[in-house]
């Protein structure tokens, strides 16, 4: 699919998306979201009891899970641009990297101890894991335009997406041989990804470029404040990566949201004949996700060499928009999978095709993580925006389709903004 025209330290960066895509997919998509439906509701005379006690308040077990994500990613807002803007003036991007790695790997090995009796403490390790997993691609972000020329910045980013997909792929396909083959216990695929995650890192890790600081004896706790100051200016003076910026926030919200809770609505909006095929069903769905991710990331970047990044993201957009109005009305396990191969097309495309973009819009500067961390900040306020509000809405309406109409008007708004991103924007000689 993509020829050998990179680097091998460009594969190597790459080869990250391989190491912590297992993260997503087995923890926040597929295993551990069907572990914790299963271990937090139960069936009572043939009724479906799904509330769960946190800190004494009662809560429905997705509701509680969205607050917890939204949590999560309100902890790396408020530590990225901190630590952003450490590593790009103490050479310190790698480090970073790594300790954020640790910590998520760490952490889903942590999640063998979880007991649905003590929520409090299981859900620790969950919200560490997307601290860790949300706060290393920071730091992996920002070697894109340190490692591409301008015009392999879509092909490369493709790239790791696309070997994110298939190694995430691989390791969960051996997790369901362990539990369906030889009866393993599924906590043992928490484990399985935090070793997977750090033991395939180090092939990143080894190829890294060395860095050296760029303003020694300075004061880093001043350090945050400036950086953000300077950042947000250039933002500000460019129309391009300005108006991009608000309409990455606005369709963030949506996009990220949606992959998040997707796996809770089918268990809980599709009907099902019953609970094994309903098993069966989701891991077929994220099979069919992941293995159209894959062409999925190839086309958004085709898509982007022949028409241009903005003509490609109004495209991947309008694709979603058509993807929540059939979601609105799906309620058979056929269109679940349906629903489930649209994701897969549009899911990988347009993370590929918004991290390049972002990468050919940000000016030449030494301050790459500062800038990829401005871009993480937008993209975890939005995901708290639309993780939170998704539970709100199920808390108050006790279903999830609300939130899918909340979703669309999410994206229609974004598809509006997009055209004040002037095509030339992206254009560098």
Known sequence: MFKSQFSKQQDAWAFYDWANSVYPL????????????????????????????????????????????????????????????VADLAGRRKLFMQAFCYLGGLSCMGLFFFDSQKLELSLIPYILASVGFWGSLVFYNSFLPLLAKHKQMDRLSAKGYSYGYIGSLLL?????????????????????????????????FSSLPKETSQEKGKSYLKIPLEEFKKVRAQVLLSKGLKWFLIAFFVYSIAVQTIIAMAVYFGEKEILWPNDDEKSTGMIVSILLVQLIAILGAYLHAKLSKRYGNKHALIASISMWIALCLFAFFCTLPLHFYIMAGLIGLVFGGIQSLS??????????????????????????????????????????????????IFLTFVFILSLVLLFFVPKKSFERN
């Open 355 to 404: 991290r390049s973009s972002y990468s050919k819009l940000i000016p030449d500067t030494l301050d790459q993580t500062s800038f990829f961390s401005f871009y993480d900040i937008t993209e975890k306020i939005a995901l708290v925006i639309g993780i939170f509000t998704y539970g709100l809405l199920e808390g108050l309406t006790g279903s999830m389709r609300a939130s899918i």
């Open 26 to 85: 087995v923890i926040s998509t597929a295993i551990f979201p069907i572990f914790y439906a299963a271990k937090t509701s139960a069936r009572i005379d043939g009724v479906l009891n799904d509330t769960v006690l946190f800190l004494g308040y009662s809560f429905k077990n997705t509701e509680l899970i969205s607050y917890v994500l939204a949590f999560s990613y309100l902890l790396i807002v408020l530590i990225s641009p901190v630590l952003s803007a």
């Open 172 to 204: 969960l396909i051996i997790n369901l041989v362990m539990i369906k083959g030889f009866g393993i216990d599924v906590k043992w695929c928490f484990v399985s990804v935090g070793l997977w995650w750090i033991g395939f890192a180090q092939v990143t």
